[in-house]
C-alpha cells in the first residue's frame, strides 16, 4: 500500500509574493521537512476547480494502485500560478486541458488552423517546459464557453457568441479573473468577434461564485465550463463557438519526465482511456450537486472502470 500526503493548498497563494520570499530567503512552494516527499514520490496538483481536483484524485489514486508514493496538493490556483509552480519542479504532475495549455504556453500566438484535438495536441509537443511530456490524451473534453439563461438567449436571440457582438454593451460578464488577460478571454473575445462587455465581474473559475452569479442575475453571461452539471439542471443556453476562440480542451496528464516510470505511465493512461465527457459529467455532478468527496468519487470511478 503506498503512502499518501496531502499537502494544504494555501502554501501556493504566496507565490504571487514568490520574488520578494526568495529575495528574503524563504521558498513560499517549501512545504518544509514534515511533508514526507521523497526521491521516489510523484507530487499530483489540481488547479482552483472541481473538476481539477478530481482528476487529480483519480491519478493519485491509480498511480497508488500501481505502487507507486503519491503526494497531493490540491487548489493551488490558477495555470498562472500552478504552472509556476511546475516549472520550478515543486509539482510532478497534473491534470490539464490541451487546447488551454497550448494557449498558455504559446502566449495566445496560436498556430495557423489549429483547433481540433490531434492537431492541438500535436502543437503542444512543440511548446512544453523542458524536462516536461504530456501522455495520450483523453477523448474526454471539458471546454470554456460563454453561457447564458434561456431568458437572456430569448431576448437578446442569442444561439453564438457572434450574436453578443451588438449587444455586449449592455451585458455584464462574469469569468475568473484571469480572463481578463488570457488570450482566449477577453483579449480573444474583442479580437476575434468584436464582443466588448458593459462590465466584467471578477468570480472564479467555472466555480460556484460563477454559477450563482449567473443563478441570481447579477451576470448575464458567465465563462462555465461545459461538464458542468449547472447547465442542463437550469436549462442554460451554451453559445456556439464557429470560430474556435476555445481550443479542443481534452483532458491530458502533463508531467516531469524524470518522475515517469513504467507503472507510472501505465496508471495514467488507464484513467485517460477509461475518460469520456459523459462519464467524467456524471463523476463532476456528484461533486458539485450531491456534495460528495473527490477522493470518494474518484475511487467510485476507478473501481467501476477496473483501475484499481
Not at 500500500?1 to 520574488?19: E, N
Not at 471578477?202 to 465563462?223: F, H, M, Q, R, W
Amino acid at each position: 500500500m503506498s503512502r499518501r500526503i496531502r499537502t494544504t493548498a494555501y502554501l501556493f497563494a504566496t507565490l504571487a509574493v514568490a520574488g520578494t520570499l526568495t529575495a528574503c530567503g524563504g521558498d513560499p512552494l517549501d512545504s518544509g521537512s514534515d511533508s514526507g516527499s521523497g526521491d521516489d514520490t510523484i507530487v499530483v496538483g489540481s488547479a482552483n476547480f472541481p473538476e481539477s481536483e478530481l482528476l487529480m484524485e483519480m491519478y493519485a489514486q491509480a498511480l497508488e494502485a500501481e505502487g507507486v508514493e503519491v503526494e497531493t496538493k490540491p487548489n493551488i490556483g490558477s495555470r498562472e500560478v500552478y504552472m509556476e509552480a511546475f516549472k520550478s519542479g515543486d509539482i510532478d504532475l497534473l491534470p490539464e486541458y490541451n487546447g488551454g495549455l497550448l494557449s498558455y504556453l504559446t502566449e495566445g500566438n496560436l498556430p495557423e488552423g489549429v483547433s481540433a484535438p490531434d492537431d492541438v495536441y500535436n502543437a503542444l509537443q512543440d511548446v512544453l517546459p523542458e524536462g516536461s511530456q504530456t501522455l495520450p490524451q483523453s477523448a474526454a473534453e471539458d471546454k470554456d464557453s460563454l453561457t447564458v439563461t434561456k431568458a437572456t438567449a430569448e431576448r437578446y436571440s442569442l444561439t453564438s457568441i457572434e450574436d453578443l457582438a451588438p449587444v455586449a454593451k449592455d451585458l455584464t460578464l462574469g469569468a475568473s479573473p484571469e480572463f481578463k488577460t488570457r488570450p482566449q478571454g477577453i483579449p480573444g473575445l474583442e479580437k476575434v468577434y468584436g464582443v466588448t462587455f458593459k462590465k466584467v465581474t471578477p468570480t472564479d473559475p467555472g466555480g460556484p461564485l460563477t454559477i450563482a452569479a449567473l443563478k441570481k442575475g447579477s451576470v448575464d453571461v458567465a465563462n462555465v465550463f461545459t461538464t458542468d452539471s449547472a447547465i442542463p439542471t437550469n436549462d442554460w443556453v451554451v453559445l456556439e463557438d464557429p470560430k474556435n476562440l476555445f481550443l479542443a480542451q481534452n483532458i491530458v496528464p502533463l508531467i516531469r519526465s524524470e518522475v515517469l516510470t513504467d507503472d507510472a505511465e501505465s496508471a495514467l493512461n488507464a484513467v485517460s482511456d477509461a475518460l469520456t465527457t459523459e462519464n467524467l459529467t456524471e463523476a463532476l455532478a456528484k461533486v458539485q450537486v450531491d456534495k460528495a468527496d473527490p477522493a470518494t468519487v474518484a475511487e467510485e470511478f476507478l473501481a467501476d472502470n477496473g483501475i484499481s
